[in-house]
């Protein structure tokens, strides 16, 4: 069964830094692609970074220069870097695995990690 872990949260001051790490079992990373998304209440989940399995990595606008996705293939995690957050970046932040199973794909989420982003 794949579970994704998320720790790494917590307050932060605009100008900080912070790192969330997401420990996968069931699962090996690299060969998933992988994401990292955030939520506020009332609004849609939405992408904040993602890793390919080849390695690729792609940002939305918001937060190119500042986030930084990544992954140990040996600790079987993937991390997000946070580095000069916003107050608009407060959110609860979740990992997600898109696994494989023959031509099937299935999408698979940890159980999220508050971060507030104070000015």
């Known amino acids: 069964q794949v579970q994704l872990v998320e720790s790494g949260g917590g307050l932060v001051q605009t100008g900080g830094s912070l790192r969330l790490s997401c420990a996968a079992s069931g699962t090996i990373v690299f060969k998933n692609d992988m994401g990292w998304y955030r939520q506020v209440p009332g609004s849609q989940r939405e992408l904040v970074a993602g890793i390919t399995s080849g390695g690729t990595t792609n940002y939305p606008e918001f937060v190119k220069g500042r986030f930084t996705i990544s992954r140990d293939n040996a600790k079987n995690t993937v991390y997000l870097q946070m580095n000069s957050p916003k107050p608009e970046d407060t959110a609860v932040y979740y990992c997600?695995?898109?696994?494989?199973?023959?031509?099937?794909?299935?999408?698979?989420w940890g159980q999220g990690t508050q971060v507030t982003v104070s000015s």
């Open positions: 997600n695995s898109k696994v494989r199973y023959g031509l099937r794909e299935f999408d698979y």
